[in-house]
């Protein structure tokens, strides 16, 4: 039987907002979550080397992911892959950004191993 997902609002970095449709949070998915993000100009957050793979595609705006090998402007249309165990690092443009981020295995806090300030 299908389900109609209803997005749960998950606490982020900031000003993000973050509706989760499927995952830890939401759904109690273990290997995938799915997550609609909402940054405003010029939010960022620490650097983080996470046990998930992540596909982040951008619906409006532009994001910037930081890795060891340099940093990579995304805008809307575009997607990025980045991999579980690879230090990364997120932040958005003047203009902010809307884009969809689906992880695998699912997201968590405890999983993103972020960088302390």
Do not use: N
């Not at 619906?59 to 809307?76: F, P, R, W």
Request: glycine share 12%; aromatic share 6%.
């Amino acid at each position: 039987m299908a389900t109609k997902l209803r997005p749960v609002r998950v606490t982020g970095v900031g000003d993000k907002l973050i509706q989760e449709f499927a995952g830890a949070a939401s759904t109690g998915h273990e290997g995938v979550s799915v997550a609609r993000m909402t940054a405003p100009p010029g939010w960022d957050e620490p650097g983080q080397r996470p046990d998930f793979d992540e596909i982040t595609y951008v619906l409006a705006g532009e994001i910037i992911v930081e890795t060891e090998d340099g940093a990579m402007s995304v805008t809307a249309g575009e997607a990025v892959l980045t991999r579980a165990g690879e230090w990364v690092r997120y932040s958005v443009g003047a203009s902010g950004a809307d884009y969809i981020a689906v992880c695998s295995p699912a997201f968590t806090a405890e999983g993103a191993h972020r960088d302390h300030a």
